[in-house]
């Protein structure tokens, strides 16, 4: 099992940053990725950037790229997103995810195993 908590959302004003961390334990050793999701109220949970875990190989979604930028640190079981230019558009819950399997792209829910509980994010215009 692995456990996954989020930290760090908020409320703030478009043009804005926040950063957002994910420390995981438990059965940690055996992971390939960690990936940053979001669903907004009346959508779908969708991927905002996915990191591999050994290289550090980053991937973002275009809506964005640019703006957004996701890290990890191997000694603290951490992932981060640091988010800049905050959109409205930004707005929603943001999750923290845990693939310990191979996948291609990580760029969907089933790619990974496990979950956080959520950190909501609001941008006011």
């Known amino acids: 099992q692995v456990q996954l908590v989020e930290s760090g959302g908020g409320l703030v004003q478009a043009g804005g940053s926040l950063r957002l961390s994910c420390a995981a334990s438990g059965r940690t050793f055996s992971r390939y990725a960690m990936g940053w999701f979001r669903q907004a109220p009346g959508k779908e949970r969708e991927v905002v950037a996915s990191i591999s875990w050994s290289e550090g190989r980053p991937r973002y979604s275009d809506s964005v790229k640019g703006r957004f930028t996701i890290s990890r640190d191997h000694a603290a079981n951490t992932v981060y997103l640091q988010m800049n230019s905050l959109k409205p558009e930004d707005t929603a819950v943001y999750y923290c995810?845990?693939?310990?399997?191979?996948?291609?792209?990580?760029?969907?829910?089933?790619?990974?195993?496990?979950w956080g509980q959520g950190t909501q994010v609001t941008v006011s215009s």
């Open positions: 995810a845990s693939a310990q399997h191979y996948s291609g792209t990580y760029s969907y829910t089933y790619d990974y195993d496990y």
